[in-house]
């Protein structure tokens, strides 16, 4: 999935990966963090609802490559834990 995430792409996103890990067995969800830009709400908005998603399918999902501004963010937020860098 290759897209800019705003409110409004939010459920497009949600129904893509939900079509993605429907019928899957279990594994990690690999969210690449790329582009320009700054991360604000939305962004994060956008990963956690991504999130929710993955774990009710059983899946995990690990950002890749998030930008210092993001892990400011999701700390600023209480969100550091929750939403982690994959570590691969």
Do not use: F, K
């Amino acid at each position: 999935m290759r897209t800019r995430a705003g409110r409004t792409e939010i459920p497009a996103l949600c129904t893509e990966l939900a079509d993605l890990l429907r019928g899957r067995a279990p594994g990690v969800v690999i969210c690449e963090l790329t582009g320009p830009g700054r991360p604000g709400v939305a962004t994060v908005e956008a990963l956690l609802r991504l999130r929710l998603l993955a774990h009710r399918y059983g899946w995990q999902l690990r950002l890749q490559n998030p930008t210092p501004e993001l892990v400011a963010l999701l700390g600023l937020l209480g969100l550091a834990g929750v939403l982690t860098p994959d570590e691969s």
